[in-house]
């Protein structure tokens, strides 16, 4: 890079600020425009002129990183990677940032807040209450739908990186029993009982999955594990969509080979209406939210930022091709 300041395109902002942030601090940097969201039809215009591209979901291919001879660096606003070529920018010599573990506290919570709903039905409960079943019930309390305690039961976690991690140390201090199946993980906490993955959906009251997107776990939920589960137990996910076969979960779910699910993630995004899972028998779902409360979208303003910094100075950051 020159001495000038670069010209920087953030091709879709509005996921990670629609409003309540301030582009200041990536304004400082050089010329910047920064677009809510940008069509397949529109990459190419909007990012010719731009040294360097930000990008969330939209995909940057081979065929659009050949169109951008300006290009010299690519970050991604979140942790995931695929929306980009990565061999395609490294045969440019472009180096690809993203912004890892500024969700992690976010996500965790998010993940009990699926349980909690599917144990204690807090918002169907509230409705309840808010449509005047209470006001007209002859007793002084009543539920819907049995309600769960966590102490005492077991929750799998599938992957112990920091997310994973966070969930297991609040699933401790809910009294869970917690197990695992994480074969590279290092320094597991004593807390947590490695077993092999079979054993996590066999043994569990709660799984939740918390590991990356490979060809090796893409539908590591199928219906054999789902089989394995106990009647009772819950399924949680909180990672990625396709790691989950949504027609077998939702059959699962359908004949009760399985109490519930929590979902904050499907296979496509946003589903299509036909997704089995959206009218599917006890099957919480929230839009892919549970990375987004304010904080965690600061830091990860803060830490796409600062890549920019480390890379303006030589010395790149979470390079990641």
């Known amino acids: 890079m020159t001495d000038s300041k670069p010209t920087i395109v953030v091709l879709d902002g509005f996921t990670l600020n629609p409003g309540d942030l301030d582009w200041q601090p990536l304004l400082e940097l050089g010329p910047c ?7 397949p039809d529109h990459i190419i215009p909007r990012a010719q002129p731009a040294e360097i591209v930000l990008t969330n979901k939209t995909v940057l291919t081979r065929e659009s990183i050949a169109q951008l001879p ?19 920018a490294r ?10 573990a500024y969700g992690t506290r976010a996500v965790a919570q ?3 807040a699926l349980l909690l709903e599917l144990t204690n039905h807090v918002g169907q409960h509230a409705a309840a209450v808010r449509a005047g079943r209470w006001t007209n019930n002859v007793d002084w309390c009543f539920w819907d739908a049995p309600l769960i305690e966590l102490d005492g039961l077991t929750i799998g976690i599938v992957g112990l990186g920091r997310i994973g991690r966070a969930v297991a140390e ?53 219906t054999g594990r789902l089989h394995l589960m106990k009647p009772g137990a819950f399924l949680l996910n909180t990672s990625r969509g396709p790691l989950i076969d949504e027609a077998a979960l939702a059959g699962a779910l359908n004949s009760g080979i399985i109490a519930g699910a929590g979902l904050d993630v499907l296979s496509v995004e946003p589903p299509p209406a036909t997704n089995p899972l959206l009218t599917a028998r006890n099957c919480v779902i929230t839009p892919h939210n549970a990375w987004a409360t304010r904080a965690a979208r600061l830091r990860l303003l803060q830490i796409a930022v600062a ?15």
């Open 110 to 112: 998010a993940t009990f």
């Open 70 to 88: 300006r290009v010299k660096y690519i970050g991604v606003l979140a942790t995931g990677t695929n929306v980009v070529d990565l061999a395609a």
């Open 307 to 321: 890549n920019i910094r480390a890379f303006l100075s030589g010395r790149p950051e979470n390079v990641v091709n």
């Open 91 to 100: 045969a440019r010599s472009i180096p690809v940032t993203n912004v890892p």
């Open 170 to 222: 609040l699933a401790h201090a809910f009294g869970m029993k917690v197990v695992a199946h994480a074969p590279t993980a290092r320094n597991v906490p004593p807390f947590v009982t490695q077993v092999e993955l079979d054993e996590v959906f066999r043994s569990s009251d709660v799984v939740s999955l918390h590991c990356p997107l490979t060809p090796q776990t893409r539908e590591l939920v199928n």
């Open 33 to 39: 425009e920064i677009f809510d969201r940008t069509p």
